[in-house]
Every structure is written in C-alpha cells, then in structure tokens.
C-alpha cells in the first residue's frame, strides 16, 4: 500500500489583542470552539481529562457544516500559555494543530498556527485543490477568535 501524503496547510501568525493566558484559555477550550470556527455545527461527546477542558488526553468529536464529516480530536500536548496540540482523525485522513503563544510588549498574543493533513495518495488531488482554501479559513477563524476572546475575559 502506498504512503499517505503529508501537508502543511497553513503556518502563521495572528496577533491576538489579549494577554497569553486568556488567549490560551480561549482557544484551547473545546467547547468555544463553534464560537470562531466556521466550519462547526457544535462539538459533541466532550471528554475532559485533567483540570480543565483541552488538557492532554481531553476528546471530543467535530459536527461540521459537511453532513457526514464529524472527526474525533484528542489533545496531545498542552503546556499552558506556550504550546497547544489537537490529533484529528476522519476515516484515513488525520489532522494535527498546533498553537504556539508569544506573549508581546503590548500586552497582547501572537499565536502561531501550524496545521499539517495527511491523507491517503488518492486523496492528494482534492487536498491540492482545497489548500488554500482550508489556509484562508483557518486564518479568517483565528482572526474571528481574537475578536471574540475580548468578550471572554479580555481587555
């Protein structure tokens, strides 16, 4: 069987006008998720392991605006205020985020986003045509999250 085919969808920075840990509180809550990311519907089945939601080993499962997609996502690595990463697995297509947060002088965040698709080879042309689509959306959600995390406890 032929090697999957691994891509960097996007690897970016947005600045957030908030301080690291409300940022990073924001973001790596599962359930604000539907708040900013315009591809869900809602989240279901949450799963919290740890103290709080989006700790390692938090899951839970994306309902999309794609009837049929719903893609189950663990949270692999978590260390608070500096580094965020969720696993995402539908059918032979997996998905990994990762967030990174730099506090700045300002008093605000920049997050840098690095999103990377690895899906079987017959996948591959589908994938091309929708990278940069997925790009521009990713960094259109992350820009509607750091317009929301004001009315979650920032400034």
Request: proline share 8%; glycine share 8%.
């Amino acid at each position: 069987m032929p090697s999957p085919a691994r891509f960097t969808i996007i690897d970016d920075v947005v600045a957030f006008p908030t301080p690291t840990a409300v940022t990073f509180d924001y973001l790596t809550d599962p359930s604000n998720r539907p708040e900013w990311q315009s591809s869900l519907r809602r989240i279901d089945d949450l799963q919290t392991i740890g103290d709080r939601a989006g700790d390692i080993g938090t899951s839970w499962s994306d309902v999309t605006v794609v009837p049929g997609v719903a893609p189950r996502l663990e949270v692999t690595d978590c260390e608070p205020y500096r580094l965020w990463r969720e696993v995402g697995t539908w059918r032979s297509v997996h998905a990994v985020l990762t967030l990174g947060f730099d506090e700045r002088s300002d008093g605000g965040t920049d997050v840098r986003a690095t999103a990377t698709l690895t899906v079987p080879l017959v996948g591959v042309p589908v994938l091309l045509a929708n990278r940069w689509p997925a790009a521009w959306a990713i960094r259109a959600d992350l820009a509607r999250a750091a317009r929301l995390v004001v009315d979650h406890g920032g400034r």
